[in-house]
């Protein structure tokens, strides 16, 4: 048996009602598991691409970027979404987050905010995360 890790989710995004509370609990738990705050300021923290801001004008708490192979499969994406009982969120199209950012959003049946996401030309350092569970 093996897992292969690290290519379906892109980024987490929570919106939460206290911001400083929340960010005591997660650099609490996730120190607990030897990781710590990749970036911080006042309006947000950051590990890696988990993310926490504060919900104020927001429509979901929410926010789950899953990454696509390319273009076209944003597009397909958003289009099954929308067939499938999905609200347009943001059509597919450029984003200004950085250059090749290409995204689509929807919010799914429960409201949660839903996005694909290609993030243009890029090298990566492997296709995935190979996990096998060692057998005692």
């Known amino acids: ?56 004008d927001y429509q979901s708490q929410v926010h789950l970027a899953f990454q696509a192979a390319d273009r076209d499969a944003v597009h397909r994406f958003y289009n099954a979404g929308i067939a499938n009982g999905g609200t347009d969120n943001g059509a597919p199209g450029e984003r200004p987050y950085h250059p090749g950012y290409y995204a689509g959003f929807l919010l799914d049946p429960d409201g949660n905010n839903i996005e694909a996401v290609h993030h243009g030309p890029t090298t990566r350092s492997s296709a995935d995360v190979v996990v096998r569970p060692i057998e005692e």
Do not use: C, N, W
Request: charged share 25%.
């Open 1 to 56: 048996m093996e897992f292969h890790q690290g290519r379906l989710i892109d980024h987490v995004h929570l919106r939460v009602q206290d911001l400083a509370v929340s960010k005591r609990f997660y650099v609490a738990v996730l120190g607990a598991l030897g990781h710590q705050p990749t970036h911080e300021t006042d309006a947000f923290f950051a590990f890696d691409e988990f993310f926490v801001d504060k919900a104020e």
